[in-house]
């Protein structure tokens, strides 16, 4: 069973800090999605990194994949309270959308 | 809309009930997934249509869950028997193709009492 363990689980800092979210497994995967959840509604997909030591930024979040594509890891440089969610790695086999989730992490990001 | 649509968003229902969920993907989107979502947890994949068919249904935790989606569009979530433990968050997503973006509904909270 393919299993990813996301840290921290939850995540509480002050408007223009920055932070890393981990998403760690000992499985290989082909690729790995990044969701970010809000209550009431489903993940939004933010990114998806398929080669390893892959390196993405979208705006303030630079999104790395792991040399071995175990894991990944979501960098968020001056958060602002419109950050706050829920944020989920996914991996992927063959299949991109058969995604194994992680546990995900809640960031609230205080004014 | 032209995103994914799940009804209904809530539905309580008695244990030992049937209940139904609806999925109604983004037009033109071939491929359609169902995932459920416990409290504090990810998702986790149920089922994957292809077109009519069911893909893959690995997901599936037992014999009372069943999805159909006979016409290539609409799918629904059959649960038999409601158990106490089937309360969680039903998402559906559904993408262009099977190895393109997924976009996942707002899903349905189901509650077993």
């Known amino acids: 069973t393919q299993l990813l363990e996301q840290s921290p689980q939850f995540l509480s800092i002050q408007e223009g800090e920055n932070l890393t979210v981990y998403c760690n497994s000992s499985?290989?995967?082909?690729?790995l999605q990044w969701y970010r959840q809000e209550p009431g509604e489903g993940p939004v997909l933010l990114v998806t990194?398929?080669?390893?030591?892959e390196v993405k930024k979208l705006k303030r979040l630079t999104f790395q994949f792991g040399d071995a594509r175990k894991d990944s890891s979501l960098h968020i440089t001056a958060a602002q309270p419109g950050d706050t969610g829920l944020y989920l790695c996914a991996g992927a086999g063959q299949e991109l959308n058969k995604l194994v989730f992680g546990a995900g992490t809640i960031l609230r990001v205080k004014s | 809309g032209a995103g994914v649509s799940q009804t209904p968003s809530n539905k309580v229902t008695e244990k030992g009930k049937y209940v139904e969920l609806r999925c109604d993907p983004i037009?033109?989107?071939?491929?359609l997934y169902w995932y459920r979502q416990s409290l504090g947890q990810g998702p986790e994949f149920l089922i994957y249509?292809?077109?009519?068919?069911?893909?893959?249904d690995s997901g599936l935790p037992n014999d009372r869950f069943f999805a159909v989606r006979p016409e290539g569009s609409v799918s629904t979530l059959k649960i038999q028997r409601t158990e106490r433990g089937d309360s969680a968050v039903y998402l559906c997503?559904?993408?262009?193709?099977?190895?393109?973006?997924?976009?996942f509904g707002q899903g349905t909270r189901l509650t077993v009492v």
């Open positions: 997503a559904s993408s262009l193709w099977w190895n393109t973006e997924a976009f």
């Open positions: 499985s290989v995967f082909s690729s």
């Open positions: 990194v398929v080669t390893g030591g």
């Open positions: 037009s033109g989107h071939t491929a």
């Open positions: 249509f292809q077109g009519t068919g069911a893909a893959d």
